[in-house]
């Protein structure tokens, strides 16, 4: 459907391989069975591919390379189909080098770090690349990493949808006759033996179902604010905003009004199983609960703040309703009103918009790949437009700009002594979401071109029990995080 509605793009013909993989050990059998319970509930209807040649193929897989090699009557068939530019191959595994030489442009093959290796590792993210195999060579047109999760199978299944999604963008800029090379990444080898990771997920699986059932413990966000100069401030020094009963405070910016320092959190309640838009006033005293400034059926986070020709406008987290959406005040600080939607049809999450070079420029975190649960962690994503208001974003020739769960999802921005905007960036630990920041001051950003230099890094460990820290704003001297 996708190379139907894209010019230049033609689907030639599909290739199913049935080939005999190696028997799966029990641990993975059980994974793959609760994957495609979570995956394919629902999901019973066999979809009839819109192309000119489907066809099935056998080849054997070679013992000790993993190969799946082809008949000489397999690849004369997809001789066959025409003048075909490229194969891609969407089956895991290294493919057959012959079916590289049936296509005039060469063999798309997607590489990735192995699963079990980055979890015994404990590494957040696994990387992967879409390698283009052509006349001997090897040439990475994409690379980028995605997170890791508690399987392997979940893991692999995850990162090759969403590498599938890229895929997508680097054959669209192939008939604009645009795009980048590089070399192929190195990727650390498998574990020998499947033993250990079996071991080690077993005792992860008792050691959660002890601090979950047992010890009643679980991971819950605060805030905590200080009056201090957010370029050297020492977070250990701030105060904590007391969660209400039953809820969690997070994500928080700050503005100022008519004298007063008024912060803006997400406040998430458990009974709702949803966050809103809650205010507090800050003093040097302490923190006090103004109220609730915008609740939606749906979750709200990220209250990001923005002022523009003396108005105070607002630009929540509402992923949940497919949009982004613009909120002003007409009342300060609880009365907000719905005045329009900047982008629609889009999960996206974190949106901060600021001005740029004579016009506006918003950074945001999209879904590329899509999903009911939505992973916006991976992916940042630019637009342009000559006013915040706009509801037409020109995006940037590269989104996403970055595609790597450590520096990609947006965590606040702040304003340099020299003017200069800077954007924070969560950095996601092992199975830990938003394990510790960085600032990055932008340097350039254009149609084509964006980059920023880090300035500092944030770890977790300013208070006692920390295990994560995402997000720091400020304005007026009042720095707030969580």
Request: neutral net charge.
């Amino acid at each position: 459907s996708w190379a139907a509605a894209t010019p230049g793009v033609a689907l030639t013909g599909v290739v199913i391989e049935r080939v005999a993989r190696a028997a799966a050990s029990r641990l993975q059998r059980a994974e793959a069975r609760r994957l495609a319970r979570s995956v394919w509930s629902g999901m019973g209807e066999s979809v009839a591919l819109p192309v000119a040649a489907t066809f099935e193929v056998a080849p054997t897989l070679e013992v000790g390379t993993g190969i799946a090699r082809y008949a000489e009557a397999e690849i004369a068939a997809i001789r066959a189909l025409g003048a075909v530019d490229s194969v891609v191959r969407l089956a895991p595994g290294p493919a057959d080098p012959e079916i590289e030489h049936a296509a005039a442009r060469g063999l798309f093959e997607l590489r990735m770090d192995d699963a079990r290796a980055a979890i015994l590792a404990r590494r957040p993210s696994i990387r992967c690349a879409w390698i283009l195999h052509r006349e001997g060579e090897e040439l990475s047109l994409w690379d980028g990493a995605f997170p890791t999760l508690d399987t392997a199978t979940a893991t692999e299944a995850a990162a090759r949808g969403r590498a599938r999604a890229h895929l997508k963008i680097v054959i669209e800029r192939l008939t604009r006759k645009v795009g980048r090379v590089g070399e192929p990444p190195e990727l650390p080898p498998p574990p020998r033996d499947d033993r250990a990771y079996a071991r080690d997920r077993l005792r992860a699986r008792l050691a959660q179902a002890w601090r979950r059932r047992v010890l009643k413990q679980g991971p819950r966000w605060s805030v905590a604010f200080q009056f201090a100069d957010w370029e050297g401030i020492d977070l250990s020094r701030g105060a904590k905003i007391p969660n209400p009963p039953n809820h969690f405070l997070a994500d928080p910016f700050v503005t100022h009004e008519d004298g007063r320092a008024v912060c803006f959190v997400e406040d998430f309640d458990y009974a709702r199983g949803l966050g809103h838009i809650a205010a507090y006033e800050l003093t040097p005293g302490g923190a006090r609960r103004l109220g609730e400034a915008i609740v939606e059926p749906f979750h709200m986070s990220f209250p990001f703040l923005l002022r523009h020709e003396g108005r105070l406008f607002m630009i929540p987290e509402t992923w949940q309703a497919g949009d982004i959406r613009l909120y002003e005040c007409v009342g300060f600080p609880l009365r907000w009103e719905f005045r329009s939607t900047l982008m629609a049809g889009v999960s996206a999450a974190d949106t901060m918009v600021f001005p740029w070079g004579g016009r506006w420029a918003m950074a945001t975190n999209i879904d590329l790949a899509g999903g009911p649960a939505g992973e916006h962690c991976s992916e940042l994503s630019l637009f342009f437009a000559d006013s915040p208001m706009s509801d037409t974003w020109a995006p940037h020739a590269w989104n996403p700009v970055i595609v790597d769960p450590a520096r990609a999802r947006n965590g606040g921005l702040l304003t340099g002594a020299d003017g200069a905007p800077h954007r924070v960036s969560q950095r996601q630990g092992f199975l830990t979401y938003g394990a510790g920041l960085s600032i990055n001051r932008i340097e350039t950003l254009t149609d084509d071109a964006y980059a920023e230099t880090p300035v500092r890094a944030v770890a977790s460990d300013f208070f006692p029990g920390l295990i994560g820290a995402h997000h720091l704003h400020s304005a007026g001297g009042v720095p707030v995080y969580d």
